[in-house]
């Protein structure tokens, strides 16, 4: 089976980050080495600095000289300081050579993020991988949320990724982020292999943060011990309708053709608007009337014939005309 090409993406955020990346990739990090750690220390003297200062301390220095070169200002808190990329092989390493492959990595991360700040080869963890750190300096700008973006952004970035480099070493496309059943059957069947293999992450104290990693996005978990997720995915999707079913279908009203008639009937019997019973509509059932009822506790009897809006007044009583008689107050003012 073709192992799938991982590529991870991470904004870096906060003062001190860039330090605090550059100490764990040069595994300066003393408390990352204790015998619960994922982390071999017996591995350590594998791992292959391919690019960048010596230090920790050296290499967020570089980053500083480097904007302070452009002439870039202050930063916000929460501004993307340095851009991640994490190139990740199978465990066996798929029959690839990974020097030449994360050489190849660096130069494309290059000339996606900026400058690179420091790379490193792992080779003391259960899968052979490669971090790079990337100043994201483009024209004078720190523009590292742009460059990282967001889902279409990061499609686009894994296309041109296995376009220019993992598809040249036979690895295939990543597999796009799996959402709803997809996760949860992929994540199981990932613990699963893990504890059926005895993997000795399970023994890590770090084991709950990484079994809550897992269940997030089981992808690159899955690819690093073989799983195919872009199978688990196909899987969960709903299969496509035919046009046989579109048109047989009874929407997302009555199920059934008697409940379907049902609704019909109740709807013919209606009064449509513009035409009357009869005139091209069927009589349904015959409705009963409303029973009339007053909102007062004394019944009133019902009003019969038209209210007269003459200006006639009522009989016996005569009319303005004949009956007003003028009068003056004193003094001659009406």
């Given at each position: 089976?073709?192992?799938?090409?991982?590529?991870?993406?991470?904004?870096?955020?906060?003062?001190?980050?860039?330090?605090?990346?550059?100490?764990?990739?040069?595994?300066?990090?003393?408390?990352?080495?204790?015998?619960?750690?994922?982390?071999?220390?017996?591995?350590?003297?594998?791992?292959?600095?391919?690019?960048g200062?010596?230090?920790p301390?050296?290499?967020?220095?570089?980053?500083?000289?480097?904007?302070?070169?452009?002439?870039?200002g202050?930063?916000?808190?929460?501004?993307?300081?340095?851009?991640?990329?994490v190139?990740?092989?199978?465990?066996?390493?798929?029959?690839?050579?990974?020097g030449?492959?994360?050489?190849?990595?660096v130069?494309?991360?290059?000339?996606?993020?900026?400058p690179?700040?420091?790379?490193?080869?792992?080779?003391?963890?259960?899968?052979?991988?490669?971090?790079?750190?990337?100043?994201?300096?483009?024209?004078?700008?720190?523009?590292?949320?742009?460059?990282?973006?967001?889902?279409?952004?990061?499609?686009?970035?894994?296309?041109?990724?296995?376009?220019?480099?993992?598809?040249?070493?036979?690895l295939?496309?990543?597999?796009?982020?799996?959402?709803?059943?997809?996760?949860?059957?992929l994540a199981?069947?990932?613990?699963?292999?893990?504890?059926?293999?005895?993997?000795?992450?399970l023994?890590?104290?770090?084991w709950?943060?990484?079994?809550d990693?897992?269940?997030?996005?089981?992808?690159?978990?899955?690819?690093?011990?073989?799983?195919d997720?872009?199978?688990?995915?196909e899987?969960?999707?709903?299969?496509?309708?035919?046009?046989?079913?579109?048109?047989?279908?009874?929407?997302r009203?009555?199920?059934?053709?008697?409940?379907?008639?049902?609704?019909?009937?109740?709807?013919?019997?209606?009064?449509?608007?513009?035409?009357?019973v009869?005139?091209?509509?069927p009589?349904?059932?015959?409705?009963?009337?409303?029973?009339?009822?007053?909102?007062?506790?004394?019944?009133?009897?019902?009003?019969?014939?038209?209210?007269?809006?003459?200006?006639?007044?009522?009989?016996g009583i005569?009319?303005?005309?004949?009956?007003?008689?003028?009068?003056?107050?004193?003094?001659?003012?009406?």
């Amino acid at each position: 089976m073709t192992a799938a090409a991982v590529l991870r993406l991470k904004k870096l955020t906060g003062a001190g980050i860039v330090l605090a990346a550059a100490r764990h990739n040069r595994r300066a990090i003393a408390a990352e080495l204790g015998a619960a750690s994922h982390i071999n220390p017996a591995r350590c003297r594998l791992n292959v600095r391919m690019e960048g200062p010596e230090t920790p301390e050296d290499v967020a220095k570089l980053a500083q000289t480097l904007m302070d070169a452009a002439g870039v200002g202050k930063l916000r808190r929460d501004a993307v300081r340095a851009v991640e990329v994490v190139f990740s092989l199978p465990a066996d390493g798929g029959g690839i050579d990974p020097g030449a492959y994360f050489a190849a990595c660096v130069a494309w991360a290059r000339e996606q993020f900026g400058p690179v700040l420091s790379a490193d080869a792992h080779h003391d963890e259960a899968t052979p991988h490669a971090h790079v750190l990337c100043l994201p300096l483009k024209a004078g700008r720190m523009v590292g949320s742009d460059l990282v973006g967001g889902p279409a952004r990061l499609r686009t970035l894994q296309t041109a990724f296995h376009a220019d480099v993992a598809h040249g070493f036979g690895l295939k496309r990543g597999a796009a982020r799996l959402s709803g059943m997809s996760r949860e059957k992929l994540a199981a069947a990932v613990l699963a292999h893990m504890k059926a293999a005895a993997d000795p992450a399970l023994k890590s104290a770090a084991w709950p943060a990484i079994r809550d990693a897992i269940e997030r996005d089981p992808r690159p978990f899955a690819e690093s011990i073989g799983f195919d997720a872009s199978r688990v995915s196909e899987a969960a999707k709903k299969p496509a309708r035919t046009l046989a079913s579109i048109m047989t279908s009874t929407g997302r009203g009555a199920k059934t053709r008697e409940a379907a008639e049902r609704r019909d009937r109740a709807l013919m019997a209606s009064k449509p608007i513009g035409l009357g019973v009869g005139e091209g509509v069927p009589k349904g059932p015959k409705l009963e009337a409303p029973k009339t009822r007053t909102l007062g506790s004394v019944g009133f009897a019902p009003a019969t014939g038209f209210p007269d809006r003459s200006n006639r007044p009522p009989e016996g009583i005569p009319s303005s005309s004949t009956s007003h008689t003028e009068t003056h107050a004193p003094g001659g003012v009406s």
